[in-house]
C-alpha cells in the first residue's frame, strides 16, 4: 500500500490546482447556460423544429456548472 501513497498525493494536487482555475471560470458558465437556455426557449417557442440545435451547448455548460468534466 505504500506504493499508492504518492499517486494520491499527486491526484490531491491536481485535484486543488484544477479547483482554483475552475473557481474563476464558473460564472462565465453560468453566463453561458442562461444564454444558451434563452436560445433554446426561444427556439422551441418560434421555430421548434430547430429547437435541438442548442441542446448540447445547454447541456455541455450544465454540466461545467456541476463541474463533472
Given at each position: 500500500?505504500?506504493?499508492?501513497?504518492?499517486?494520491?498525493?499527486?491526484?490531491?494536487?491536481?485535484?486543488?490546482?484544477?479547483n482554483?482555475?475552475?473557481?474563476?471560470?464558473?460564472?462565465s458558465?453560468?453566463?453561458?447556460?442562461?444564454?444558451?437556455?434563452?436560445?433554446?426557449?426561444?427556439?422551441?417557442?418560434?421555430?421548434?423544429?430547430?429547437?435541438w440545435?442548442?441542446?448540447?451547448?445547454?447541456?455541455?455548460?450544465?454540466?461545467?456548472?456541476?463541474?463533472?468534466?
Amino acid at each position: 500500500m505504500w506504493f499508492f501513497t504518492p499517486l494520491f498525493f499527486s491526484f490531491a494536487k491536481i485535484i486543488k490546482m484544477n479547483n482554483q482555475a475552475s473557481d474563476k471560470s464558473s460564472l462565465s458558465f453560468y453566463i453561458m447556460f442562461v444564454i444558451s437556455l434563452i436560445a433554446f426557449v426561444g427556439l422551441l417557442m418560434f421555430a421548434n423544429e430547430w429547437f435541438w440545435l442548442s441542446i448540447p451547448t445547454l447541456l455541455t455548460s450544465l454540466v461545467y456548472i456541476f463541474k463533472v468534466i
